[in-house]
């Protein structure tokens, strides 16, 4: 079974980096796109960014649109989220997911989730 762990948050300052990891096991990666999402206290889960399973496409929230990076490397069985000028709004805790399809068309279809990690940014 597909197990994953994220690893990669902390604290930082606005207008700070950070990159988080999503790390594959019990199963390869790359039958699978790969979703981030991140929920923030009393608001709904928010999908950030996915890629699907190749790596050649990825989507982004309009929140996160030319700030955060989706990126993947199969062979390491682990996918990257690159988030640059971090804002406090985007303080939330990130969690990654394995669609069990292998595009991002749609926000459906996500089966594996890992355990998640805060990130908060506050100075």
């Known amino acids: 079974q597909l197990q994953l762990v994220e690893s990669g948050g902390g604290l930082v300052q606005p207008g700070g980096s950070l990159r988080l990891s999503c790390a594959a096991s019990?199963?390869?990666?790359?039958?699978?796109?790969i979703g981030w999402f991140r929920q923030a206290p009393g608001k709904e889960r928010e999908e950030v960014a996915c890629i699907s399973s190749s790596g050649t496409n990825t989507k982004y929230a309009d929140s996160v649109k030319d700030r955060f990076t989706i990126s993947r490397v199969n062979a390491k069985s682990t996918v990257y989220l690159s988030m640059n000028s971090l804002q406090p709004e985007d303080t939330a805790f990130y969690y990654c997911?394995?669609?069990?399809?292998?595009?991002?068309?749609?926000?459906?279809?996500?089966?594996?989730w890992g355990q998640g990690t805060q990130v908060t940014v506050s100075s």
């Open positions: 019990g199963s390869t990666l790359d039958a699978y796109a």
């Open positions: 997911s394995a669609k069990l399809f292998r595009l991002c068309v749609s926000s459906v279809g996500y089966a594996y």
